[in-house]
């Protein structure tokens, strides 16, 4: 609201993390509602019309509200005559196939919960999250999360559940190599529709495959069996874009960058006899990648910037995230990323594809939604309510 005589500002900010799918949700089996065909499992990584919906379900459970030092009281019934704006921030590219409008809408139905005094637990949060995009569901929870396709006609059984939180396995480093930040040429949306129209491979996954990786995947979390895991991320991974090339017509996220990486993953992991690193790719190019310790990460990472080296030679810029990563790899320098010599353990011709990848963020599993407490950080302003700067 206008901060005119008389009037007040309410306001809440909030940071939710992305998430990344081991295991895939590819396909509703209701649009409106944004149900899926299958079970879904996530990690948590890096400490409209949908946005309607959304709104109008936190504003069916606000609660009284009363904030004594600005005088202000709201009573169940007032909410839906205050005006609400957002502003959102993403650090994250967006629509490129690293799960952006997930943490988005995530973090509007947190927040707005906040802000409205909503009581409800995050399992009730996540089945309004997910209305607004499904995959927002498992941003938020921590740690390991599984999406619950349910039963009901009403998706009131569609939820998200914590499997484990970020403190179960913190050995795991993440490394994502943004190939490439465009906006992708099919939505997830329209290559969802189209898979589920056309694609006899997508409705065996569902109901064959998924069901039991998925228990095969809760197992090898509690168990912290990295083997286990690397290979049911690899695997589901590339059956989900099998699926995307088995639509009509095909669908084509993944890019020659994207298959280098697949290969230098397979071809190390298959010289050590067991699996170093997994890797998955979401509805887009860029791979994240994720490694059973900091050590094997800090190995991974050269070979990584021995094949892709940055190509403006800016060492500082090319990894962002956990910079500490690089002096553990022995890379303080680019003098350092040029002496690396060719890794003889992938067997990979000894070419470089220099700036292939735009950028490395370097992570690690990470906690849930967040009530941001320093105003600074906030993107309206405290006095007119309206996005800082404008």
């Not at 791979?287 to 094997?296: C, F, G, H, S």
């Amino acid at each position: 609201m206008a901060a005119a005589e008389g009037q007040w500002v309410l306001m809440a900010t909030g940071r939710t993390p992305t998430n990344i799918a081991v295991i895939k949700y590819w396909g509703k089996r209701d649009e409106a509602l944004i149900l899926p065909i299958n079970d879904s499992i996530s990690e948590i990584s890096l400490l409209g019309g949908r946005f309607q919906s959304c709104l109008r379900e936190i504003r069916k459970r606000a609660r009284d509200f009363e904030d004594k030092e600005k005088g202000v009281k709201i009573k169940k019934e007032d909410w839906d005559k205050l005006h609400v704006h957002i502003a959102s921030y993403n650090n994250f590219p967006t629509a490129a196939g690293l799960a952006s409008s997930a943490a988005g809408l995530a973090c509007f139905v947190f927040t707005l919960g906040k802000l409205m005094n909503v009581k409800e637990d995050y399992g009730e949060l996540s089945s309004i999250a997910r209305q607004g995009s499904g995959s927002a569901c498992r941003s938020i929870y921590g740690g390991f999360v599984k999406w619950c396709m349910g039963e009901k006609d009403d998706g009131s059984d569609s939820i998200a559940v914590q499997l484990a939180d970020e403190t179960h396995w913190n050995d795991l480093v993440i490394i994502i190599a943004v190939v490439s930040s465009k906006q992708k040429e099919t939505s997830s949306t329209s290559g969802m529709r189209d898979s589920v129209e056309t694609s006899p491979l997508l409705q065996y996954r569902a109901q064959t495959v998924v069901p039991g990786r998925v228990l095969k995947m809760e197992e090898a979390i509690k168990n912290r069996d990295f083997e286990s895991f690397a290979k049911l991320t690899c695997a589901d991974s590339n059956q989900f874009h099998a699926v995307c090339l088995d639509t009509s017509p095909p669908i084509f996220y993944m890019n020659d960058t994207s298959h280098r990486i697949i290969s230098l993953v397979e071809k190390w992991n298959h010289s050590e006899g067991t699996p170093q690193v997994a890797y998955t790719f979401d509805a887009g190019p860029n791979a994240v990648l994720i490694a059973q310790n900091r050590k094997t990460a800090a190995h991974f990472l050269q070979k990584l910037l021995y094949y892709f080296p940055p190509q403006d030679n800016d060492l500082s810029s090319y990894l962002v995230g956990d910079k500490s990563i690089l002096g553990d790899a022995g890379l303080h320098s680019m003098k350092d990323v040029e002496a690396l010599p060719a890794p003889p353990d992938t067997k990979i011709p000894d070419q470089k594809f220099k700036g292939d990848v735009s950028y490395f963020i370097c992570s690690r599993l990470g906690a849930g939604p967040k009530v941001v407490v320093d105003e600074g950080q906030a993107l309206i302003d405290s006095v007119t309510g309206l996005p800082k700067g404008v």
